[in-house]
């Protein structure tokens, strides 16, 4: 009797997990489209916007080719929809003089923080000091308040992180080879004078602080390199920093308040794959906390063009960090994709081959799709029945009249998984044009592939946003 009863319920559990959803992981790097460097992730209003560098395709050889900022977002830490450009050099007037690149170079890595509805981005002109750019909202647009620099160039300013505590006093730390902070004032386009040399305050440069430089150094008395990084949790502050020598590794100190005093706490990641720097990022989101930073393992990457990664940062009992191990499959799902609303292309998993532009509707959509190029969204939630029809809105440069060959294959799972429907893409003539395709077999939840297809070398057509029915189609809607 008893037997029978713990073998029924094992068949009833086995048949519950059967009807669950694998658990679906984010992929490593985070974009694709381009190379990004330098994270720096923000909550706000339930979704994780993280600011980032952009390395340059190409540039001068052997250096950072940085012209602007660029931002992604996510609600489930597994699709990640790219925002584009959301500042530049040529938004600070005073970027053209002084050493560092002009309007050509040196955007490096920024920190943005909401106070009161307004967004403010702290941005290192390499070699001209630290600007401050506000907006509306996080996708900008963003201008200059100051219309000079924040923290000038004299005091080894790049890297700079902003932090509020629980009472409402802002920080920005910043600095390499020494770490600096000011005390902002409300504004936070501002800082309070009345400490340190004219408010700036230089912290203690001490092994205790910030840990040994193995071999030590004579300009460099310890670990500490750049990239600092403030952050709480529980009733620490944690200043987590790229270690030195290079190639970086990460380490953190933690201390009673944002300004310190700081307690080196030891190494929290490794030096990275293919990237002499390396840069944290952490936030908690959705009851977790991920550590975000660059390696250079995209086709093509180096140390000069990175790519931001993220992995889950779990602190131990006592406040200490273990060491966080790089994955390639970064950290579980925190929410579903709801296909049946409509979907930016340019909402990725992962994806081969595409990049993103301005689109002329508006946002962002993505361009050079050619054949065998792919698309992976995951964790899409079809539901029961599940989905019956499938839009795009596509451009392509072929004429109505003219047929493109070119198609999209929507396949479950894999890159050669089920084919729940194709769409065979008409001409538009360059507008954008709802098309429409018929669906089975797409019900419960899935990693969705969208496959390109058409003749090979060609540059197909541009893929603004989808969305998928589950009502079946009028035949006019359809193409054939
Ligand atoms: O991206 C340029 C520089 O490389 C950053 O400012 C440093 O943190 C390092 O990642």
């Known amino acids: 009797m008893k037997k029978t009863k713990t073998t029924r319920s ?22 694709q489209t381009m190379y990004t460097a330098d994270p720096a992730p923000v909550v706000h209003d339930g979704t994780l916007y993280l600011f980032s560098g952009h390395d340059e395709d190409a540039g001068e050889a052997g250096n950072f080719n940085l012209k602007d900022w660029v931002l992604s977002s996510t609600t489930d830490m597994v699709n990640w929809t790219q925002h584009g450009v959301v500042a530049t050099l040529h938004d600070f007037e005073w970027a053209g003089s002084g050493w560092g690149g002009g309007f050509e170079n040196g955007a490096w890595a920024s920190q943005c923080i909401e106070r009161d509805g307004k967004w403010y ?36 300013s ?69 990239a600092p990084w403030l952050y709480k949790h529980k009733n620490l502050y944690y200043l987590f920093f790229a270690g030195g020598p ?74 200490s960090v273990p060491l966080v191990q790089p994955t390639d499959e970064g950290p579980a799902a925190v ?29 962002q959509a993505v361009r050079n799709i050619h054949d065998g190029d792919y698309i992976r969204v995951n964790n899409v939630n079809f539901g029961a029945p599940g989905a019956r029809a499938f839009m795009a809105s596509l451009s392509s440069t072929a004429t109505a009249k003219e047929a493109t060959g070119a198609k999209i294959e929507l396949r479950l799972g894999k890159l050669d998984g089920q084919l729940i ?20 077999g797409a019900s419960g939840t899935h990693d969705l592939f969208f496959v390109f297809r058409g003749a090979a070398g060609e540059d197909l057509f541009k893929f603004d946003y989808w969305q998928f029915s589950q009502r079946d189609l009028p035949a006019n809607k359809l193409a054939n």
């Not at 970086?248 to 929290?268: F, I």
């Open 10 to 31: 094992a068949v009833v559990l086995l048949s519950v997990l059967a009807s669950l959803p694998a658990a679906s992981f984010a992929l490593n790097p985070v974009v």
């Open 121 to 156: 981005m702290y941005c290192p002109l390499q070699g001209r000091g630290i600007g401050v750019l506000v907006a509306d909202n996080p996708l900008g647009p963003y201008t200059d308040p100051i219309k000079k620099a924040l923290i000038s160039g004299h005091y080894d």
């Open 421 to 440: 429907g194709t769409l065979p893409v008409s001409g538009t003539g360059g507008e954008w044009k709802p098309q429409f395709a018929r669906i089975s």
């Open 246 to 319: 290079i190639p970086e590794h990460l380490g953190y100190s933690t201390g009673p308040t944002p300004e310190g005093p700081w307690t080196y706490g030891g190494v929290m990641m490794a030096p990275p794959k293919n990237s002499f720097t390396i840069h944290p990022g952490v936030v908690d989101y959705k009851g977790k906390t991920y550590l975000f930073y660059h390696n250079g393992v995209l086709p093509g990457g180096d140390g000069f063009k990175r790519s931001v990664c993220v992995d889950e940062l779990k602190f131990n009992p006592d406040g």
């Open 335 to 363: 929410g579903t994709l709801d296909p049946y609303k409509r979907v930016e292309a340019e909402t990725i998993a992962w994806s081969s081959g595409v990049k993103i532009e301005p689109s002329s509707a508006g946002g």
């Open 158 to 226: 790049i890297d700079p992180t902003v932090y509020i505590d629980d009472k409402g006093q802002a920080y920005l730390a910043w600095g390499n080879p020494n770490l600096w902070s000011v005390k902002l004032n409300k504004d936070m386009i501002s800082y309070d004078t009345s400490v340190g040399e004219n408010g700036i305050i230089r912290h203690p440069m001490t092994v205790k602080a910030l840990g040994e430089r193995t071999p030590p150094n004579k300009d460099r008395g310890t670990s500490y390199e750049e």
